[in-house]
């Protein structure tokens, strides 16, 4: 386990609803090295913003983390209360949102908006706060940034909007950048700009980002290491190369093989069924009814073993062809 | 030609409030009730200056009684002979001061109320709006009327008894706002910045909440001039000889036959000053919800 970065270790979430507690995310664990960009990818409803939540600590009404552990550099944030959380929350962790266009206070100008986190979390004075502000904005790619400070974010665009999210996010240089599928709401030049703009920032301020996306192209650009999550279990985690040259859990192979292809003109593949309601989790592999290769055996617990060094698939028959 | 056009673009003021003072000048009928309000105000200011309280509001004169307006008295006189005119515009001094005064009395207790239970929501929430339901099951007057009857009647009593009664429709009016920011991405992200709880409420929810509100209490000033005359003319608010509008026209109303215009002068004031509230209330609704915006 490293030290720097942020580790979750058997993190699982419980809702309570009114249908009885469910389990959006269980038993999760995954690593985020100092400067690595980690894809989280999976259906809606997977577990992914659950996750992300409890490590922002904004997990919504009646969830809560019922068991496992956050490190970040560390340190135990899991245990944090409110005010702590607070405290680290856009200081050392920050968080992007899928929607730059609600995320945003229709009424307060940007350039404030992005002021207050620094007011929140540094004692610069007042005079300085401007030219920090100023200097985040030219460094996340805002042209005629002295104007945009003054603007309201509906004089934005979608694209910019998603910048200014970015410098609110930046500004105070967080370890860690949680980004909630940052580009699902914009066009795919804009997705490219948006992508390049956080490697670039991954780069200069040496921040971890924690992607969640269910674009597997996002993935392929950008990401170190991905983890697949399915009904809120990580299936398969490994680095970016080998997911798409070898998946081995049958669930990455089947999301890999209902991408289009260009190269190929045989009908598309989907994965049959659909994802089962979370107060309805199967027993033994989640995957098991959706299947391809399920036996017998998948009505029990898969093991999460290491089929290859750095590759973890959570699967009986994986494990099976490596013996 | 283009520097022409990008000079007008620059002339045009930006941002929401500008926007709203933008569409609400658009608005001719809302304009002229807003022009007639500020009237009334200027003259309920200065009514003092205008007409002389004592010797002409309130000196009885019973050889001048019940004339017809004329030049002399723009509104005629009353049946103890007093100036119509002076008393209205004193008498807008009490409708103006009820309708503003109770209006923001309730809305500080009903934004604060209303903020919290839909904030913290929760055993809160329904802890505030259960007491609220409960006051609102009351009929607004028979529960003004009931704390008039406790207290007696006058001045304190009736902005007390308004506002108690007016509590509780501001309570829900905020809260059904609130909830509605509250559910906005921008809060969460302000969260996520680890923006405090205080901040949260007024440096994000109020702004965005504040247009219906506003338009709320315009309406509200309106219902409140109307139930405060309510209240007078059933005796249980401002005594004569007190100038009241709604103790005038109760008065009035014996001579209604005879001397309609006394009765006349006083229900006009009462619908106009109304009438012009509800107007520019209108008219900022209009102007705030950016669906009836070109």
């Given at each position: 386990m490293?030290e720097?970065?942020l580790?979750?270790d058997?993190?699982?979430v419980?809702?309570?609803?009114?249908?009885?507690d469910l389990?959006p995310?269980?038993?999760?664990s995954?690593?985020?090295?100092?400067g690595?960009i980690?894809g989280l990818v999976?259906?809606?409803?997977?577990?992914?913003?659950?996750?992300a939540?409890?490590?922002?600590?904004l997990?919504p009404y009646?969830?809560?983390?019922?068991?496992?552990?956050?490190?970040?550099d560390?340190?135990?944030?899991s245990?944090?209360?409110?005010?702590?959380m607070?405290?680290i929350?856009?200081?050392r962790?920050?968080?992007i949102?899928?929607?730059?266009?609600?995320?945003l206070?229709?009424v307060?100008?940007?350039?404030?908006?992005i002021e207050?986190?620094?007011l929140?979390?540094?004692?610069?004075?007042?005079?300085?706060?401007?030219e920090?502000?100023?200097?985040?904005m030219r460094?996340?790619?805002?042209?005629?940034?002295?104007?945009?400070?003054?603007?309201?974010p509906?004089?934005l665009s979608g694209?910019?909007?998603?910048?200014?999210?970015i410098?609110?996010?930046?500004i105070?240089?967080p370890e860690l950048?949680?980004?909630d599928?940052?580009?699902t709401?914009?066009?795919?030049?804009i997705?490219a700009q948006?992508?390049?703009?956080?490697?670039s920032?991954?780069?200069?301020?040496?921040?971890?980002?924690?992607?969640?996306t269910?674009?597997?192209?996002?993935?392929?650009?950008?990401c170190?290491?991905?983890n697949?999550?399915?009904?809120?279990?990580i299936?398969e985690s490994?680095?970016?190369?080998?997911?798409?040259?070898n998946?081995?859990?049958?669930y990455t192979?089947?999301?890999?093989a209902?991408l289009p292809?260009?190269?190929?003109?045989?009908?598309?593949?989907n994965i049959?069924?659909?994802v089962p309601?979370?107060?309805?989790?199967p027993?033994g592999?989640?995957?098991a009814d959706?299947c391809?290769l399920?036996?017998?055996?998948?009505?029990?617990?898969?093991?999460?073993?290491e089929?290859?060094p750095?590759?973890?698939?959570?699967?009986?028959?994986?494990?099976?062809?490596?013996a | 030609?283009?520097r022409?056009?990008r000079?007008e673009i620059k002339?045009?003021?930006?941002?929401?409030f500008?926007d709203?003072?933008?569409n609400?000048?658009?608005n001719k009928t809302?304009?002229?009730?807003l022009a007639v309000l500020?009237?009334?105000l200027?003259?309920?200011?200065?009514?003092?200056?205008?007409?002389?309280?004592r010797?002409k509001v309130?000196?009885?004169?019973?050889r001048m009684?019940?004339?017809?307006?004329?030049?002399?008295?723009?509104?005629?006189?009353?049946?103890?002979?007093?100036?119509?005119?002076?008393?209205?515009?004193?008498?807008?001094?009490y409708?103006?001061f009820f309708?503003?005064a109770?209006?923001?009395?309730?809305?500080?207790?009903g934004?604060?109320l209303?903020a919290?239970?839909?904030?913290?929501?929760?055993?809160i929430?329904?802890?505030?709006?259960?007491?609220?339901?409960t006051?609102?099951?009351?009929?607004f007057?028979?529960l003004?009327?009931?704390?008039?009857?406790v207290?007696?009647?006058?001045l304190r009593?009736?902005t007390i008894?308004i506002t108690?009664?007016s509590?509780?429709?501001?309570?829900r009016?905020?809260?059904s706002?609130?909830?509605?920011v509250?559910?906005?991405d921008?809060?969460?992200?302000?969260k996520?910045?680890?923006?405090k709880?205080a901040?949260?409420i007024?440096g994000?929810?109020?702004p965005?909440?504040?247009?219906p509100?506003?338009?709320?209490?315009m309406?509200?000033i309106?219902?409140?001039?109307?139930?405060?005359?309510g209240?007078s003319?059933l005796g249980?608010?401002?005594q004569p000889?007190?100038?009241?509008w709604?103790s005038m026209?109760?008065?009035?109303m014996?001579?209604?036959?005879t001397?309609p215009?006394?009765?006349?002068?006083?229900?006009a004031?009462?619908m106009?000053?109304a009438l012009?509230?509800?107007?520019v209330?209108?008219?900022?609704?209009d102007?705030i919800?950016p669906?009836?915006?070109r």
């Amino acid at each position: 386990m490293t030290e720097n970065g942020l580790v979750v270790d058997n993190l699982s979430v419980t809702l309570k609803t009114r249908d009885g507690d469910l389990m959006p995310v269980s038993c999760v664990s995954m690593e985020i090295p100092q400067g690595c960009i980690v894809g989280l990818v999976g259906e809606s409803g997977c577990g992914k913003s659950m996750t992300a939540r409890s490590v922002m600590g904004l997990l919504p009404y009646g969830g809560s983390i019922s068991g496992g552990h956050i490190f970040l550099d560390g340190t135990d944030i899991s245990a944090f209360t409110p005010k702590q959380m607070r405290s680290i929350n856009g200081s050392r962790i920050s968080m992007i949102f899928q929607e730059p266009m609600t995320s945003l206070n229709p009424v307060v100008r940007v350039g404030k908006q992005i002021e207050e986190v620094l007011l929140l979390h540094t004692d610069i004075p007042k005079e300085q706060r401007k030219e920090h502000v100023l200097e985040i904005m030219r460094e996340v790619g805002i042209p005629e940034a002295e104007r945009r400070y003054r603007a309201y974010p509906f004089e934005l665009s979608g694209g910019l909007r998603q910048r200014v999210m970015i410098a609110m996010a930046m500004i105070c240089k967080p370890e860690l950048l949680i980004a909630d599928e940052p580009t699902t709401a914009l066009d795919v030049t804009i997705e490219a700009q948006i992508l390049k703009l956080m490697e670039s920032l991954r780069r200069s301020f040496n921040t971890s980002v924690l992607l969640i996306t269910h674009n597997l192209g996002v993935v392929a650009r950008i990401c170190d290491t991905v983890n697949v999550m399915y009904m809120g279990q990580i299936v398969e985690s490994c680095v970016k190369t080998a997911l798409f040259e070898n998946p081995q859990h049958p669930y990455t192979q089947g999301l890999l093989a209902s991408l289009p292809r260009l190269d190929r003109s045989e009908r598309l593949t989907n994965i049959k069924g659909t994802v089962p309601p979370l107060n309805a989790v199967p027993e033994g592999c989640r995957f098991a009814d959706r299947c391809p290769l399920a036996t017998g055996l998948c009505r029990t617990d898969p093991p999460y073993q290491e089929t290859e060094p750095g590759h973890f698939v959570r699967c009986h028959h994986c494990s099976k062809k490596e013996a | 030609m283009n520097r022409k056009k990008r000079k007008e673009i620059k002339s045009i003021p930006k941002g929401h409030f500008a926007d709203i003072c933008r569409n609400f000048a658009r608005n001719k009928t809302a304009m002229a009730a807003l022009a007639v309000l500020i009237l009334i105000l200027i003259t309920a200011l200065f009514a003092d200056v205008i007409v002389d309280y004592r010797t002409k509001v309130l000196a009885q004169d019973p050889r001048m009684r019940l004339l017809s307006p004329s030049a002399e008295h723009w509104f005629g006189t009353d049946n103890f002979g007093r100036d119509l005119f002076g008393r209205i515009i004193h008498g807008a001094r009490y409708s103006l001061f009820f309708g503003i005064a109770c209006t923001a009395i309730s809305l500080a207790v009903g934004c604060v109320l209303g903020a919290t239970a839909a904030y913290y929501g929760g055993i809160i929430d329904n802890i505030i709006m259960r007491i609220t339901d409960t006051v609102m099951c009351i009929p607004f007057l028979l529960l003004a009327l009931t704390i008039v009857a406790v207290g007696g009647p006058g001045l304190r009593t009736l902005t007390i008894a308004i506002t108690v009664a007016s509590v509780p429709g501001f309570t829900r009016m905020v809260r059904s706002v609130v909830l509605s920011v509250v559910s906005k991405d921008f809060i969460e992200a302000a969260k996520s910045c680890g923006t405090k709880d205080a901040a949260i409420i007024f440096g994000h929810i109020l702004p965005n909440a504040i247009g219906p509100v506003i338009v709320n209490c315009m309406m509200n000033i309106a219902g409140i001039i109307m139930s405060a005359a309510g209240l007078s003319y059933l005796g249980m608010g401002i005594q004569p000889p007190t100038p009241e509008w709604g103790s005038m026209l109760s008065e009035a109303m014996k001579y209604f036959r005879t001397y309609p215009h006394v009765a006349v002068c006083a229900g006009a004031a009462i619908m106009i000053t109304a009438l012009c509230f509800n107007l520019v209330g209108d008219g900022l609704a209009d102007a705030i919800d950016p669906k009836r915006r070109r």
